[in-house]
């Protein structure tokens, strides 16, 4: 059989059976093949095919020898042997094929087409009904089918082969996208491609300041960010980076015309060309969804390939959920887990800003733990990191701990856990390394 023939006209329905026959008489030809394919039902369009394929699978998840002869036998208990077109149908299949040497070339030809079909199908479904829930199933779909064709996973011997690499080449201490902020990097090593992040507090703690420093500093580096608000305007974001760019005070620009010094101006303008220079876009549509956040980090990629990139999310509970949920917990679960998936899709880290419960609040120490997070549990499980942010002046007004955060690393997959202290300037929203120790303890 041609084979390029076959590929130049694999979607005509004919030269499909032919393929799925042929995959079929290669298991009958060599009964182990049962047992290595990657080949499930949906991949075959005849129903006799399928029946056929159905009672091969039960043969070998029972260990039974597969056979034109036990194949019919299982086709008679499903009730299936007429319908597939008797035993002479089964003993043309054996005798069709006489190699199996090309059965992994079918094979990945069935799943090509199979991919096909499903992103016809819910291209299809969204042209009949163009919703945000069929657009996102429609981008769904089409995820999952090019994963289809992906390679799953290494060999043993390319793993050792990297890891062997990783002995004798040094990486450095920073193998990810520094914070700006040495002692955090110590603890992280930098921000991880495909991490999912979260950054937790109660409000006034600063965790949008914090967001935009890890931002600001990825530009730095001649970086690119993504920064999704759903509450804060655009504008109100872009005079935060020009206060800590140019150190201007936040408070005067509520009124800058009257407010600003000649310093201040000078500033400003400085601040201007430099925030200029970065690549950086603001997303403030108050009503996003993952959908929505994903396209747009979709769109960073493809203009700016290979370079550093780092994704903030201000907030979760404001992400709009496609669907309907039950409970809201299981709503913030479907969003973690995509936005996990989107981090290592387009291999980025992903910080995903979230509000604690009032929880805190009734406590003597109120420093955050992971029971505050709002629907901890999907936020807890899908997290590489959790980090929680806490300010002991802004409930204790005579701590001697002023204008200095806390970042509480709570969870980090790959790394240590403990807490790194920074010096807050709030009227710059700005954050600096503070010269102290920093704790750690083992994960």
Same mark, same amino acid.
């Given at each position: 059989?041609?084979?390029?023939?076959?590929?130049?006209?694999?979607?005509?329905?004919?030269?499909?059976?032919?393929?799925? +026959?042929?995959?079929?008489?290669?298991?009958?030809?060599?009964?182990?093949?049962? =047992?290595?394919?990657?080949?499930?039902?949906?991949?075959?369009?005849?129903?006799?095919? /399928?029946?056929?394929?159905?009672?091969?699978?039960?043969?070998?998840?029972?260990?039974?020898?597969?056979?034109?002869?036990?194949?019919?036998?299982?086709?008679?208990?499903?009730?299936?042997?007429?319908?597939?077109?008797?035993?002479?149908?089964?003993?043309?299949?054996?005798?069709?094929?006489?190699?199996?040497?090309?059965?992994?070339?079918?094979?990945?030809?069935?799943?090509?087409?199979?991919?096909?079909?499903?992103?016809?199908?819910?291209?299809?479904?969204?042209?009949?009904? &163009?919703?945000?829930?069929?657009?996102?199933?429609?981008?769904?779909?089409?995820?999952?089918?090019?994963?289809?064709?992906?390679?799953?996973?290494?060999?043993?011997?390319?793993?050792? %082969?990297?890891?062997?690499?990783?002995? =004798?080449?040094?990486?450095?201490?920073?193998?990810?996208?520094?914070?700006?902020?040495?002692?955090?990097? /110590?603890?992280?090593?930098?921000?991880?491609?495909?991490?999912?992040?979260?950054?937790?507090?109660? #409000?006034?703690?600063?965790?949008?300041?914090?967001?935009?420093?890890?931002?600001?500093?990825?530009?730095?580096?001649?970086?690119?960010?993504?920064?999704?608000?759903?509450?804060?305007?655009?504008?109100?974001?872009?005079?935060?980076?020009?206060?800590?760019?140019? +150190?201007?005070?936040?408070?005067?620009?509520?009124? #800058?015309?009257?407010?600003?010094?000649?310093?201040?101006?000078?500033?400003?303008?400085?601040?201007?060309?430099?925030? +200029?220079?970065?690549?950086?876009?603001?997303?403030?549509?108050?009503?996003?969804?993952?959908?929505?956040?994903?396209?747009?980090? /979709?769109?960073?990629?493809?203009?700016?390939?290979?370079?550093?990139?780092?994704?903030?999310?201000?907030?979760?509970?404001?992400?709009?959920?496609?669907?309907?949920?039950?409970?809201?917990?299981?709503?913030?679960? =479907?969003?973690?887990?995509?936005?996990?998936?989107?981090?290592?899709?387009?291999?980025?880290?992903?910080?995903?800003?979230?509000?604690?419960?009032?929880?805190?609040?009734?406590?003597?120490?109120?420093?955050?733990?992971?029971?505050?997070?709002?629907?901890?549990?999907?936020?807890?499980?899908?997290?590489?990191?959790?980090?929680?942010?806490?300010?002991?002046?802004?409930?204790?007004?005579? %701590?001697?701990?002023?204008?200095?955060?806390?970042?509480?690393?709570?969870?980090?997959?790959?790394?240590?856990?403990?807490?790194?202290?920074? %010096?807050?300037?709030?009227?710059?929203?700005?954050?600096?390394?503070?010269? /102290?120790?920093?704790?750690?303890? &083992?994960?």
């Amino acid at each position: 059989m041609n084979q390029s023939h076959l590929i130049h006209t694999s979607s005509d329905p004919y030269q499909t059976a032919e393929v799925e +026959n042929t995959v079929l008489g290669s298991i009958f030809l060599e009964p182990d093949l049962a =047992y290595e394919t990657n080949l499930t039902i949906e991949h075959f369009t005849r129903a006799a095919n /399928r029946s056929i394929f159905e009672a091969i699978k039960k043969l070998a998840e029972q260990n039974v020898p597969v056979d034109v002869m036990t194949v019919t036998q299982q086709l008679v208990e499903d009730g299936q042997i007429e319908n597939v077109g008797g035993t002479s149908y089964l003993s043309d299949l054996a005798g069709s094929v006489p190699t199996t040497a090309n059965f992994a070339y079918y094979q990945a030809m069935l799943i090509d087409q199979y991919k096909k079909r499903l992103m016809s199908r819910a291209a299809s479904d969204y042209l009949a009904n &163009p919703t945000e829930e069929t657009a996102e199933k429609m981008y769904s779909t089409f995820i999952k089918a090019q994963k289809m064709g992906q390679k799953q996973s290494q060999t043993k011997v390319e793993v050792l %082969s990297e890891i062997f690499d990783e002995i =004798y080449e040094d990486a450095g201490e920073m193998t990810g996208i520094s914070s700006g902020l040495a002692e955090l990097d /110590r603890m992280t090593g930098g921000w991880q491609k495909s991490d999912l992040i979260i950054i937790a507090g109660r #409000p006034s703690m600063g965790k949008t300041a914090y967001a935009l420093s890890l931002a600001g500093a990825c530009c730095e580096q001649d970086g690119v960010a993504d920064i999704f608000s759903l509450e804060m305007p655009k504008k109100q974001l872009i005079k935060r980076f020009l206060s800590s760019i140019g +150190n201007i005070e936040g408070s005067k620009w509520r009124n #800058p015309f009257k407010m600003f010094t000649e310093e201040d101006k000078k500033r400003a303008r400085h601040a201007m060309n430099e925030y +200029n220079k970065w690549t950086i876009e603001i997303h403030d549509n108050p009503r996003q969804t993952v959908a929505d956040i994903r396209a747009a980090v /979709r769109k960073t990629k493809r203009e700016y390939p290979g370079k550093k990139h780092i994704v903030v999310i201000d907030y979760l509970q404001l992400i709009t959920p496609i669907g309907k949920f039950e409970r809201h917990d299981l709503a913030i679960g =479907y969003i973690t887990r995509e936005l996990k998936q989107m981090a290592r899709q387009f291999d980025v880290p992903v910080m995903l800003l979230s509000q604690l419960s009032r929880a805190v609040e009734q406590r003597q120490d109120k420093r955050p733990m992971m029971s505050d997070l709002r629907d901890s549990g999907s936020i807890e499980q899908d997290a590489d990191i959790v980090s929680f942010l806490y300010r002991d002046d802004y409930y204790n007004k005579e %701590s001697e701990a002023k204008n200095v955060v806390e970042v509480i690393l709570a969870k980090q997959r790959n790394g240590p856990i403990g807490t790194v202290e920074l %010096s807050f300037v709030k009227e710059y929203s700005k954050f600096v390394d503070l010269e /102290r120790s920093w704790s750690h303890e &083992p994960a």
